[in-house]
């Protein structure tokens, strides 16, 4: 299974809709492909929402004791 990676935006950059645009593109290239992807992040947590992917599974601790989530696209 394939990880779609941190997609990061520089805090200047943000809320304009640009960690949606990169998610996109990059899940353009694994149509068909389940993917997973793992995230403490909220505004990570929408984008991976609104890009269909699901949340599994329960959260677990972090190296920086952030609860981490686990998120499937099939």
């Known amino acids: 299974m ?3 990676g941190y997609v990061v ?4 950059h943000r809320n ?3 960690s ?3 998610s996109k593109k990059l899940l353009s ?3 068909g492909r389940p993917l997973f992807a793992t995230t403490a992040n ?4 929408r984008t991976l929402s ?3 992917f699901l949340r599994n599974g329960i959260s677990w ?6 609860d981490l989530h686990l998120w499937i696209k099939d």
Not at 9 to 12: C, H
Not at 42 to 45: I, P, S
């Open 9 to 12: 935006v520089k805090e200047s």
């Open 29 to 31: 290239f694994f149509q």
């Open 16 to 18: 304009r809709g640009i």
């Open 61 to 66: 601790k972090g190296k920086k004791n952030q």
């Open 20 to 22: 949606k645009a990169i």
């Open 50 to 52: 609104e890009t269909l």
């Open 42 to 45: 909220e505004y990570m947590e």
């Open 2 to 4: 394939h990880e779609l």
